[in-house]
């Protein structure tokens, strides 16, 4: 093998683990922004429904009105869930 076959097969390596990693930067990136009803983010904390619509009542709690209907961002549920670890 030249060195120029080398170099190439080197680059070729590199080009897939930047590939990789960026498919999994913005496959996170999609799952944080996901906006969520009552029901998902209820059972994406694995709690009830009437436990979601308790704290969405309460002060400090991330929840998004539009009206009578609430919405949750993942990540602004994350977030919470690092400061209940902490408290």
Partial sequence: MSIEETIRAIVREEQQKFLEELKQLLASQQTANKVLKAKEAAAYLNIS??????????????????????LFLQKDLDAWLETQKEA
């Fill in 49 to 70: 429904q009437s436990r979601i619509y308790d704290l969405a009542h309460s002060e400090g709690f991330p929840v998004i009105w539009e009206g009578r209907k609430m």
